[in-house]
C-alpha cells in the first residue's frame, strides 16, 4: 500500500492507496513544529482506524509539501518508522511534466502534483483551480506543459482580513446567502466572499482561455464545496486531485 502525504500551509492531507484505489483519506491542521516522533503518532492514529500499521501494510510514501520544516520532519519519520526513505516532489524528481515558467524551482510541488494529475485524467488544455490558503489557477497545455498560472488570496484570508481590518465586521459562516443584495452585515459579506470568488474563478478562466485555449477547469482544495455551486466555468470537482497526483509521481520513481 502507498502512503500519499501533501502538507500544505493550512491543512496536510493524507490519503492510503490500495493498488490505484484511494481506500482511505483524512485531513488535519498542518503545524509546521511537529516532530518525527509527533508525527508518527498521528500518522499511527490514522492507520490503526483501518487496522493497518507502518511495517506490515506500508510499502511506500510519496510526498508533496510547501513547508520546509514539515518535510524535514516527516522525511525523518518515514526513515525512523518505515525504514525506507519517502519520494519527495522537489527538483530532480521525475513528475512527466514540463515546466515552461522562468524559474521552474520555484513551482510549488502541490501545483505541478495537480497538473500532472488532471492532465492525466482529463487532457488539456486544463485549468486546476485549487482552493486552499491561497486560490491557485494552474494551467496547463494541450500537450501536458505546465505553462504557469495565477495566485489569489485564500477564502478564509479574505474572510479573517475583512474581519481584523475593520471594526465592525464579523467572521461569518462559508455559505452562500440568498441573495446577491444582503439585508444584513453577515449576508452582506457573504455575499462578497462567495458570490465574489464565484465571479474571480469566472472572470479569471474567461482570461485564462484567451490565452490558453478553452480549457477543462477542475477544482480540487478543503473551501472548493463553498464556491463551486456559484461558478459557471468549473467543469469537474475533484477534492483528492492532489493525492491522485502524488500517485502517479510515485509510480514513475519508485
Known amino acids: 500500500m502507498l502512503l500519499a502525504i501533501d502538507v500544505g500551509n ?96 520555484e513551482v510549488g510541488a502541490d501545483r505541478i502534483v495537480n497538473a500532472l494529475a488532471a492532465f492525466t485524467r482529463y487532457g488539456g488544455p486544463c485549468v486546476v483551480v485549487d482552493f486552499g490558503t491561497a486560490t491557485t489557477f494552474d494551467c496547463v497545455s494541450e500537450r501536458g506543459e505546465y505553462v504557469g498560472g495565477a495566485i489569489a488570496p485564500g477564502l478564509q484570508i479574505a474572510a479573517r482580513a475583512l474581519f481584523e481590518h475593520t471594526a465592525r465586521l464579523p467572521l461569518v459562516e462559508m455559505v452562500a446567502p440568498q441573495a446577491a443584495i444582503g439585508k444584513n452585515t453577515v449576508e452582506s459579506v457573504q455575499s462578497g466572499l462567495i458570490f465574489g470568488y464565484a465571479a474571480l474563478i469566472d472572470g479569471m478562466i474567461e482570461r485564462i482561455a484567451k490565452e490558453l485555449g478553452q480549457p477543462t477547469v477542475i477544482a480540487t482544495g478543503g473551501l472548493a464545496p463553498v464556491v463551486i455551486e456559484e461558478c459557471r466555468t468549473v467543469d469537474h470537482h475533484e477534492p483528492w486531485l492532489t493525492l491522485e497526483g502524488l500517485r502517479l509521481v510515485f509510480e514513475k520513481n519508485a
Open 10 to 105: 493550512t491543512e496536510t492531507v493524507v490519503g492510503v492507496f490500495r493498488d490505484e484505489e484511494l481506500a482511505w483519506r483524512w485531513r488535519m491542521a498542518t503545524v509546521p513544529d511537529r516532530t518525527a516522533d509527533e508525527l508518527a503518532l498521528l500518522f499511527g492514529g490514522f492507520l490503526q482506524q483501518q487496522d493497518l500499521s507502518f511495517d506490515r501494510n506500508v510499502t511506500g510514501v510519496v510526498l508533496s509539501s510547501v513547508v520546509p520544516s514539515a518535510t524535514q520532519a516527516i522525511r525523518e519519520m518515514v526513515r525512523r518508522y518505515f525504514r525506507f526513505p519517502p519520494v519527495v516532489v522537489e527538483p530532480g524528481v521525475k513528475t512527466g511534466v514540463p515546466v515552461l515558467t522562468d524559474n521552474p524551482k
